[in-house]
Structure formats: C-alpha cells, structure tokens
C-alpha cells in the first residue's frame, strides 16, 4: 500500500520508522516531514494547515491511506475532507477530535460514559473561576478550554496566579488535583472496536527531579515494571471502551488514536486529559517496541475492520527516550545552531523533531530538536544505550534531562 503521513516531528519520524518495517507498506509519502525522515521516505512541503493541497496531493500520489499526526489538523477538520473523497484515514474527525479541542467536551463526555475523572468545574467569568478555586482549595488546577500548545496548563499553590492564568481565557475548566503517578496509554479505534497499547510514562516538566516548567515532554518510557499487570485491561474497561461507545451513540464516533492521560491515585486511575493523536515523545517509546506491522494496524482501524485484528504484538525490550532541547526551552528557543556527530548503532534511534537543513548543515529548527530512543533487554539497559548516544551529540546551548526513568530502573533492578 501507498500511505501519506502528515506531521513534520519526532512522533512522525519515530512512526515513519515503523511504517517502513511494515512489508505491506510500497510507498510511504510525508507531508512536510523533516531531514531525518527524508532519509527513509519521500518528503513533500505542504502546509499542513491547507486541508485541500494535503487533499489534492493524497489524489495525486492515489494513496491508500493518510496518517494524520499533529491535532492541529484534526481540529481543523483535515480528516472530513479527507473521508469525503472517499480516502481511508486514520485520525478522527472535527466533531470528535474535540475531545482534545476543548477540555469541557471531553469532561461532559466523560461525565456521559461514566469514565472516572477528576471534579471539575467550567468557568467563563472572574465570579465563576474565584468560587470553583475556593471550592477545591490548593494546589490549583486551571485549563484553558481550547488547545494550547501545551500552555493552557497551570498547577499552582498560588491563588492569584491562578486566577490570572484563568482570566487569559474566554473559558476554563478548573478541576480538583490529582495525585499519583501519571501513566499514558492509547487505543487504536475503528469507531466500535479499540484496541490498547502498552502503557508509557512521560516526563513533563523541563528540569531532573521534576522541576521547572511544563514542556510537550522531555523523555519517556516503556513498558512500566511497577504498573499494574492489567492496567491495559482495566482501562479498556472504565476508559477507552466506554469513551468510544459514548462517541458513537453521540454521532461523532472516534476513529483514530484516543490518548489516555492517566493519574493513578490513591482512589483509583482517573483521566487527566484525552488526546487524539499520538503522543510525543511516548511515540518514540512505542513505536519501535511494535511488532505487528504499524500500517496494517492503522489501516484496519481507517477501514472500520479492528473487530478481528487481535492483539498486538509488542517486543520484549525496554525502550527510553530522551528529548534534546534547545537553549531556552520551554521558555523560548534558539534555533538555526548547528547540530553534529550524530551516530547511530544498532541499540539506539535518532528521531528528529526540530531540524531543518540549510546547504549542507544540519541546524535546530525548534525546542524539542531531537529525541534519542535507547532499546535495552531491561530500562538499565535502554537508558544506557540513550544516553550514550545523546552524550556525543553536540548542539551548542542545548539541554536534556539526564533522570528519563532513572527510578523506574532502580526498582526494576531492586525486583
Ligand atoms: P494536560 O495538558 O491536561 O495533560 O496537563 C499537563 C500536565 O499538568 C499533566 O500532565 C499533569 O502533570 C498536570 N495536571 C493536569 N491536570 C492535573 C490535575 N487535575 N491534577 C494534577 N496535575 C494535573
Ligand atoms: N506527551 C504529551 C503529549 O503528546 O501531549
């Protein structure tokens, strides 16, 4: 089969790596992708942004199947127009691509399917915002309805400041903290059958030992030695299952990809948000950990044909992924510096995420630049082999974090 994968970071290069081990898979065309992925497809520069020239190069290329990566186009409505002119495509449509467009959708339609999530209230005035904060008390938890580049987010002690992180907004949903470890996990949906994947762990905030600011994610891993041996079951039941069936009944059924983003807590696991695409950077984990071929798994659920696909199948190793940022990351980043000595072997992956070549010279074109996937037979292992590898990369200025599951593979090794 001939498929179109839209999206231009490490998501889409870690699954354009995939797509190619998928023996079904002739052709894999990426619109814009980026010079890592032009060494293992054929890149075309699109605006991801203009729905009817991704439309009009999917007629011409006569591809069978369109990946849609970033929400950016599923908001914008990229898959209708897609499936209008009758091509498969995995990724959900405007309407149910709201579960990630706007934070109290996705609370009313988890409030509607029984999906266990935090308390919350949806705010749209300074009166409404002041009594929900009072109401669930410190540490705050303030979301801007609407997607926001991963900004619309502020966990805060501070009253006032979340009072003024919420007046930003026309609407806000204000919700109850979480606790517990935070776990990511992803269905593959046709619209009536969903299918899981491993669970992953991100890690969020810029700085080791969790501190500093929010980032898009600046490592992950998998699989969790500590999680719970049938959490995908389990979330299959209270979350993914339920979520799909409300969709459908609703008349906005959901093919596509259905991010989980999970805090386990002392009352159970509870949804911190839905996304409706692939993570990044859990992609980089997952992705090469996938032994049934990608294309065909995504293909089946375009197709309406998951009912009988059975499970996945996934490798035995441990992968870890560190996220090489530029100077200034989350804050601000410097880009256009050049990148160097890039080696890769066969234990480790180099996604590229931020890059862009300019005559010859590979430079930084973002805040997350790359991400380095490490593949070892336990986390110890993978970690080594990440770290290795981003250790002999230069990129002047940049930063990573250097505790990607480091606690994960203490406890593993103390098991
Ligand atoms: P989100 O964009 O909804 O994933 O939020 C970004 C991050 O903020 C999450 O990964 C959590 O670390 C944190 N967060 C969001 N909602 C809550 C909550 N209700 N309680 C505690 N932390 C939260
Ligand atoms: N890793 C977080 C996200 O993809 O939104």
Redesign the pocket.
Known sequence: MKVLLIGSGGREHALASALIRDTTVEQLHVAPGNPGIAGIAICHPVDIRENKAILELAKKLSVDLVVIGPEGPLVNALADELRKANIATFGPSKAAAQLEGS?HFAKQVMRDAGVPT?KSFTCTNRAEIERALDAFGA?Y?V?HDGLAQ?K??V?TQDRAMAIEHALLAKQVVI?????GS?VSLFGISDGTTIIAMQPAQ?F?RALDGDLGP?TGGMGAYSPLPWAPDDIMQEVLEKVLNPTIKEMAASGTPFVGLLYA?L?LTTKGLKV??F?VRFGDPETQVLAPRLKTPLGQLLLAAATGKLENFGALDWSEQSAVTVVLASEGYPNSSEIGKEISAIETNPNSFVFHAGTQLVDGALLSNGGRVLAITGLGTDLTQARDAAYRTISRISLPGSHYRSDIALNASVAEKGN
């Open positions: 934070k935090g540490p938890v979301k991963g619309g987010v966990v919700e109850e903290f979480l606790d935070e991100d969020k929010n983003g805090a911190i948000e996304n």
